[in-house]
């Protein structure tokens, strides 16, 4: 069982900066994809930034340009830097990991660090 261990998160005035890290233990398995999700409350989990193995990046129009998503491979831990953070940048952050083996696939959370914008 793979574990995801995300720190980072706090409490930060609009316009700082926050860097999230999430630690995924050491497995056989093959990284896919790695990817941050946050959700507020009533709201579905949305995507914010992904990483495939190739390193192509993706992120929503909402956050382009101030969070970049980055892979640590020494530590084995992916990172969010988040700058100009905005008040509806408020939400638990999650980090979501996609690997496989031969046979199967496998979709991997931890278990969110909560990050606030203040105004």
């Known amino acids: 069982q793979v574990q995801l261990v995300e720190s980072g998160g706090g409490l930060v005035q609009a316009g700082g900066s926050l860097r999230l890290s999430c630690s995924i233990s050491?497995?056989?398995?093959?990284?896919?994809?790695m990817a941050w999700h946050r959700q507020t409350p009533g709201k579905q989990r949305e995507l914010v930034a992904q990483?495939?193995?190739?390193?192509?990046?993706t992120y929503p129009d909402s956050v382009r340009g101030r969070f970049s998503i980055s892979r640590d491979n020494a530590k084995n831990t992916v990172l969010l830097q988040m700058n100009s953070l905005r008040p509806e940048d408020t939400a638990v952050y999650y980090c979501?990991?996609?690997?496989?083996?031969?046979?199967?696939?496998?979709?991997?959370w931890g278990q969110g660090t909560q990050v606030t914008v203040s105004s």
């Open positions: 979501r990991v996609m690997m496989h083996d031969r046979d199967s696939q496998y979709g991997f």
């Open positions: 050491r497995s056989s398995l093959t990284i896919n994809t």
């Open positions: 990483m495939t193995a190739d390193g192509t990046t």
